[in-house]
């Protein structure tokens, strides 16, 4: 009997569901140099699963392929320009094996690391085209939603989901967009507000932060929840990278990321996971805190 998964927006309105945690730091802790995390895929692709695998057995439902830097600007300067499609087909496929047909996995898409006019020299259109190229691969493996993650910048977001939508867009849309500065702001100067805005504008179905320090994100988080109803996604990273050994660390400890995720589960985040320097241990742990949480 094949089993039917409830879909993820239903799903949000009952549960709060678990993300898995940090890829690339998850690689880089395995002792594999790469000049972008998506190599992994074809070079490496029995840590990509057991990573996800370890991520699964801690206690996520929630996952993203591992295609963040997986769109063609991004493979070209590694080298790789070549397998784009390869890659990506292999980033979603790796991780469903790994996760099984029981979990939400999404469709990843990170910045392409182009600067749009008038800052830059690319176009709207070039940059849409590029996203749409990856979508075509990435949506004919069929995920269950689509996750914009990392953006910092307006203009690329818009770019990037109007490709994503011309490659034929049929599942949830959810978009996280990071605050990377002190002032709560992303590196274009984007206000939580400001990005929410846009998200909510573009038909994101689900909004939220990632990939910043976790008292800014979960501030970001709070400010975005006051513009928007839509279901909250939050991934912060492990606290501050340090240098240990030799070896960069996070400060963060599994402690601290359950601190986070009860925080940002009281302001009303539905998907909670983590970023850079995330781990199997953290995600346990928030895991175990919001499944025992009575006030949740």
């Known amino acids: 009997m094949t089993h039917v998964k409830t879909p993820l927006l239903n799903r949000l309105q009952a549960d709060i569901l678990i993300a898995n945690g940090a890829m690339g730091t998850a690689l880089a802790a395995r002792g594999l140099t790469l000049t972008n995390s998506a190599i992994a895929n074809v070079a490496h692709p029995d840590a990509v699963r057991d990573i996800f695998r370890e991520y699964r057995d801690a206690g996520a439902l929630v996952f993203q ?5 997986a769109n063609l600007p991004m493979l070209e300067h590694a080298g790789y320009g ?30 392409c690391g182009l600067m ?38 307006l203009e690329e977001l818009e770019a990037a989901v109007a490709g994503v939508r011309a490659a034929g867009l049929s599942v949830p849309l959810a978009i996280t967009f990071s605050f990377s500065q002190p002032s709560g702001r ?13 998200m909510v504008a573009l038909g994101a179905d689900i909004v ?4 910043g320090l976790p008292e800014v994100t979960v501030a970001a988080l709070r400010d975005i929840a006051d513009a928007t109803d839509k279901p909250l996604m939050v991934q912060a990273n492990a ?11 996070f400060s963060g400890t599994p402690e601290d990321a359950v601190a986070l995720a009860l925080e940002s589960a ?22 175990a805190a919001v499944a025992v949480s009575p006030s949740l």
């Open 266 to 287: 009281q302001i009303g985040a539905r998907i909670i996971g983590g970023c850079c320097g995330t781990t199997p241990a953290h995600i346990r742990a928030v895991a």
């Open 186 to 198: 992303s590196m274009m100067g984007v206000s939580p507000r400001q990005a929410a805005e846009t």
């Open 82 to 111: 070549e397998q784009h499609d390869e890659i990506n087909r292999a980033g979603v496929r790796l991780a469903r094996e790994a996760i099984g047909d029981d979990a939400y996995l999404a469709a990843n898409f990170g910045p």
């Open 116 to 153: 749009l006019e008038p800052l830059g020299k690319a176009t709207a259109d070039e940059v849409a085209a590029i996203y749409e190229r990856e979508a075509r691969v990435l949506l004919a493996e069929g995920p269950d939603f689509v996750l914009f993650e990392t953006f910092e910048a």
């Open 208 to 211: 939220g932060a990632n990939c």
């Open 65 to 69: 392929s591992n295609t963040f830097v």
């Open 239 to 249: 606290g501050i990278p340090e240098i240990r050994g030799g070896e960069t660390c």
